[in-house]
């Protein structure tokens, strides 16, 4: 035979233990919410020097390709300069010309870079010119910025002195 369980009577006691339970209960909750904000706190603050070295590495690679892009161009607009002029002392001195321009079109200070133009002979047509220009780079502000990054990044051309000129 089944024997049929007594229907529970309503008293206090077990309702004042179940209130007491989830009260515990919530209290526990409420701890680990307050441990696990604790863990994300502490994960932040050590992730956050690792994320902000590597932004400052970005940045420094960064200002290193654009200053090369910028000498890129500067040599190869102070060897277009010195080959499209009609003798050697112009031809020098506007290749220097045309290099500062360019840099000064890149925004950089033309006071900090040095060029130097070469022919190879004597100045006539076809004759090979090289500019060539670099420039000083502040090291990256990260951990051994100034070991990994180059302190001076430099660009060279090479081009014939026009044979087509005219009037020469």
Not at 19 to 39: D, M, P, V
Not at 86 to 114: C, K
Request: positive net charge.
């Amino acid at each position: 035979m089944k024997t049929k369980k007594a229907p529970r009577s309503l008293s206090v006691v077990p309702t004042a233990i179940a209130l007491w339970r989830e009260g515990f209960q919530s209290e526990i909750r409420g701890r680990r919410a307050q441990i696990a904000r604790g863990q994300a706190y502490v994960e932040f603050v050590l992730v956050l020097p690792l994320f902000l070295i590597v932004i400052a590495g970005v940045v420094g690679f960064g200002q290193v390709l654009y200053t090369k892009l910028a000498m890129e161009a500067a040599a190869w607009s102070g060897t277009r300069h010195a080959v499209a002029t009609l003798n050697q002392n112009r031809g020098v001195s506007q290749a220097y010309l045309g290099a500062r321009y360019a840099l000064d079109g890149f925004g950089l200070n033309p006071d900090h870079a040095t060029a130097q133009v070469s022919v190879w002979g004597q100045w006539h047509r076809g004759v090979q010119v090289r500019a060539r220009v670099c420039y000083n780079v502040p090291a990256p502000p990260v951990p051994f910025g100034q070991i990994l990054a180059p302190q001076q990044v430099c660009a060279s051309e090479t081009m014939p002195i026009y044979k087509w000129k005219s009037k020469w």
